[in-house]
Nanobody
Framework: QVQLVESGGGLVQLGGSLRLSCAAS????????MGWFRQAPGKEREFVAA????????NYADSVKGRFTIARNNAENTVYLQMNSLKPEDTAVYYC??????????????????WGQGTQVTVSS
């Protein structure tokens, strides 16, 4: 069973950038497709981005396309989310998750078996 730990969140101004990291332990990250989700107060957890096991295929929510980039380094057992041009509406707790169907980039929370504890991202205006 893989354990996931997110880091890199924080407070940033409108238009700023952050890079989130998701470190895996207890299993090889290359066995999984990986996703990022976020949850704002009072809202459901929503899909942000996903990447297949080798990084060949990526999928983004329309709201972040062109601003966020998902990447992975299987040798380091880490997945990243580079977030640029941040907006107040990006404020949320960000979660990484692992999908054992490693060749897909699912937008559905139910596809993901393992989740991290989340990291807070706050964008001020």
């Amino acid at each position: 069973q893989v354990q996931l730990v997110e880091s890199g969140g924080g407070l940033v101004q409108l238009g700023g950038s952050l890079r989130l990291s998701c470190a895996a332990s207890g299993g090889a990250l290359s066995r999984y497709a990986m996703g990022w989700f976020r949850q704002a107060p009072g809202k459901e957890r929503e899909f942000v981005a996903a990447i297949t096991w080798g990084g060949a295929s990526k999928n983004y929510a329309d709201s972040v396309k062109g601003r966020f980039t998902i990447a992975r380094n299987n040798a380091e057992n880490t997945v990243y989310l580079q977030m640029n041009s941040l907006k107040p509406e990006d404020t949320a707790v960000y979660y990484c998750a692992a999908d054992p169907t490693k060749w897909t980039t699912s937008r559905s929370r139910s596809a993901y078996d393992y989740w991290g504890q989340g990291t807070q991202v706050t964008v001020s205006s």
